[in-house]
Nanobody, 128 residues
Framework: QVQLVESGGGLVQPGGSLRLSCAGS????????VAWFRQAPGKAREGVSCVSSTYGSRYYADFVKGRFTITRDIAKPTVYLQMKSLKPEDTAVYYC?????????????????????WGQGTQVTVSS
């Protein structure tokens, strides 16, 4: 069964850091773009970041630029989302998703409809 597996979520205080991981199960992420999305209660799912398989191009939503970094470990292969200077408004379920080749963005952020498969999500809660 082809799926993605996320890990690394948890509870962190404002200003803290977390690193999320996304790995492929049943397939390798080598030739896939991998994107991170998030969904807060009562809100629509929104694109956060994406890294392409081709040339490793990276894209970030404005609200995470300078705070989040997406990286790809080719050897494993796993994609990480390093999150720093976390804010309460970053609280959400974070999902990773993939598609072959390049990131598919609308307005500079990944568009959910273009990605398949998806992971089950990992909860990130930023609270004091």
């Amino acid at each position: 069964q082809v799926q993605l597996v996320e890990s690394g979520g948890g509870l962190v205080q404002p200003g803290g850091s977390l690193r999320l991981s996304c790995a492929g199960s049943g397939f390798s992420l080598d030739n896939y773009a991998v994107a991170w999305f998030r969904q807060a209660p009562g809100k629509a799912r929104e694109g956060v970041s994406c890294v392409s398989s081709t040339y490793g191009s990276r894209y970030y939503a404005d609200f995470v630029k300078g705070r989040f970094t997406i990286t790809r470990d080719i050897a494993k292969p796993t994609v990480y989302l390093q999150m720093k200077s976390l804010k309460p408004e970053d609280t959400a379920v974070y999902y990773c998703a993939s598609k072959p080749g390049r990131c598919a963005n609308v307005g500079g952020v990944p568009w959910p409809g273009a990605y398949q498969p998806w992971g089950q999500g990992t909860q990130v809660t930023v609270s004091s």
